[in-house]
Structure formats: structure tokens, C-alpha cells
């Protein structure tokens, strides 16, 4: 005969069974396991500690991308510091995390600095986020950490989400150096002139672009660089509409003049190859054609730089004799 359980042991059967079977957790509140007697690595404290500056990464679309330390520092610090309080306050009520915040951007960060820093000798702990991603990265609180250096104020980031390294895997292209090369400028010239610069670069190249200035990006960067250059266009990471588009630039330059981009971009370029030299008559037709297709001077002796393998005091001469012909 069957001993009759208690309510008690049936009780701890059920929490039991539902233990074994695992249960959906609350996405605010990740946990860490570990084989039973693994070794607690040496890491830094997942709570805030007082007087510390955190830089904190945050998702850039999904939000199950967060980290469970990141969550714990911003539960944990006396103030979080964002570019913008409102995107951000979104981001920490869906996490139902109550703290006190504080705007920190391009045109107040160099004011607030001090104020900031102040806080910080007296003991309070704090976490700067940006809108999306990692802080510093295209985005403000470089003249934060600065000042908190000067002040020997203690900086520990806590890593997680940006776009940078889910592009280049999503590219297709090679990874073993890269070049991130932020925005680029909004002018044309000066565009132009920052990719000339790193025309010869073997290095990957990434930079982050705004949808309405992505078909000019592209036209310049087919023009600079080579038309047929391998290149990506990656869009809207982590979300719903995430996109990859392949090809040489030239494609890619026809594809987004006639549709329109959407979302967070970003733009992956293969590095140079070894330059073939241009003969001199390569240069001349190709100098003659910038030229006449109303290139300023200085532009297209850049740009045929750029591609041909010649010194640039070389094409400079070889366009003054062109330019000199035209005027004769």
C-alpha cells in the first residue's frame, strides 16, 4: 500500500515538474547558469559601483539583444546620462527600470561635462547610453570619458549591440582588417575627397549613412573608388525588415537611384586590390573625360589618383598639360 503524499510534497512535485520542463522568462530578467562547480571567472561587479563612469551599450532594434549586466548597471547607477532622454526613457520603461536621466549630446556635452564629472567624485555612479548601440561610436560622450581621464575617474564599459560587426558579416566581404569610417561628410567635394583618401587602403571599408543621401554616397564611392568594387548596403539590423545587398558598386549606385532607402544603413566596401598602373594614355583619356564632364581640376586629379597607381604630382602634371592644351 501506497504511502499518501503530503500536500507539501505534492506541492514541490509540481515546482519541480515545472522547473524540469523550463518555464519562459521575463526578457527583463536574463540569467547566467553554469555547470554545477564551474569557477565564477575573475570579472568585474554586475552592480553598479559607486563613483563609475559606465558606458553601456544598448540594442539597436531588437531588444533581446540587451545584456543581463547591462540591465543590472542601469538598475544600479544613481543616473543614466543619454543622448536623447525620450528615445531612451522608452527604452527603460519597457524594462521597468526607474532612474533618474539626464540629457547629454553634441551641443550641451562640452557644459555638462564638469557637472558630470563632479557628481562623479562625489561618489555617484553613472551609465551613459546613446539611442541606439554603443556609445561613442558616431555618437556623443567622447568629451565625457576625456574629462572623466583627466579627472582619473574610473571607465568601464559594458559591451554589447552595433551595427558595425553584424554589417561586415552580413557583407560577404573580407573580415581580417576593416577601416570604419563613421558618417562621411554630407558635401559632395569633401566626400569625395575622404574616400579618395583611402582609395589605396587594403582594408575593408564601413561607414554608416542616412537613407536620403545613400544614392549620392554610392554615385561618389563608384566614382572615387571603382565602379567595380564588391560592396554591400546593410539595413535595419536586428529588426524586422533587416536587409543585405550585394554587388559592385556601380549596382548597388543604379539600384538605390531609383528606390528610396528606409532605416538604419549601413555601407561595406572591399578594400583595394593591387593597383595595376595605368599607362599614360589610360590617364590622359581618363583625366580629359573628368574634365570635360565638368569635374573641377583638383577633384579629378584626386580621383584618377586614386585608381591609376601613379604619384599624384604625376597626374597633377599630366592634367596641367591637358588643361594648358584646352586653353591654347
Not at 547610453?129 to 561613442?136: E, R, V, Y
Not at 535595419?236 to 543604379?254: N, V
Not at 538604419?264 to 574634365?291: P, Q, T
Request: proline share 6%; hydrophobic share 40%.
Amino acid at each position: 500500500m501506497k504511502k499518501p503524499r503530503s500536500p507539501k510534497s505534492k506541492s514541490a512535485e509540481k515546482k519541480s515538474g515545472r522547473a524540469a520542463r523550463g518555464q519562459k522568462k521575463d526578457i527583463a530578467s536574463p540569467e547566467i547558469t553554469r555547470p554545477a562547480g564551474a569557477a565564477q571567472p575573475d570579472v568585474l561587479p554586475r552592480t553598479a559601483q559607486r563613483g563609475v563612469l559606465y558606458l553601456v551599450s544598448t540594442p539597436i532594434g531588437n531588444l533581446g539583444d540587451i545584456s543581463a549586466r547591462a540591465l543590472e548597471i542601469l538598475r544600479g547607477v544613481d543616473l543614466v546620462v543619454a543622448e536623447d532622454t525620450r528615445n531612451s526613457g522608452n527604452l527603460l520603461r519597457h524594462f521597468d527600470i526607474r532612474a533618474e536621466m539626464q540629457a547629454c549630446h553634441d551641443h550641451n556635452e562640452n557644459d555638462i561635462a564638469p557637472r558630470l564629472i563632479e557628481k562623479l567624485r562625489a561618489g555617484r555612479s553613472i551609465a551613459m547610453i546613446s539611442d541606439a548601440g554603443t556609445p561613442l561610436v558616431s555618437d556623443p560622450g567622447y568629451r565625457l570619458v576625456q574629462a572623466a581621464i583627466a579627472a582619473e575617474i574610473p571607465i568601464i564599459p559594458v559591451p554589447g549591440a552595433n551595427a558595425i560587426l553584424p554589417a561586415l558579416q552580413l557583407s560577404g566581404l573580407p573580415p581580417r582588417t576593416f577601416y570604419f569610417g563613421g558618417f562621411l561628410s554630407s558635401r559632395g567635394k569633401v566626400r569625395r575627397d575622404e574616400l579618395a583618401l583611402l582609395a589605396a587602403l587594403p582594408s575593408t571599408l564601413i561607414f554608416y549613412e542616412a537613407p536620403h543621401r545613400l544614392a549620392e554616397t554610392l554615385a561618389d564611392a563608384a566614382s572615387v573608388l571603382g565602379k567595380d568594387r564588391r560592396a554591400a548596403v546593410v539595413r535595419e539590423i536586428s529588426k524586422k525588415f533587416e536587409e543585405a545587398r550585394r554587388g559592385p558598386l556601380f549596382m548597388l549606385r543604379d539600384h538605390y537611384a531609383r528606390s528610396e532607402a528606409r532605416g538604419e544603413i549601413v555601407i561595406v566596401i572591399e578594400g583595394a586590390m593591387e593597383v595595376v598602373k595605368w599607362s599614360e594614355d589610360s590617364v590622359r583619356a581618363a583625366l580629359a573625360e573628368a574634365m570635360t564632364g565638368g569635374t573641377p581640376f583638383r577633384e579629378a586629379v584626386a580621383i584618377i589618383h586614386a585608381q591609376a597607381g601613379w604619384a599624384k604630382r604625376d597626374v597633377y602634371d599630366l592634367a596641367l598639360k591637358l588643361k594648358s592644351h584646352e586653353t591654347a
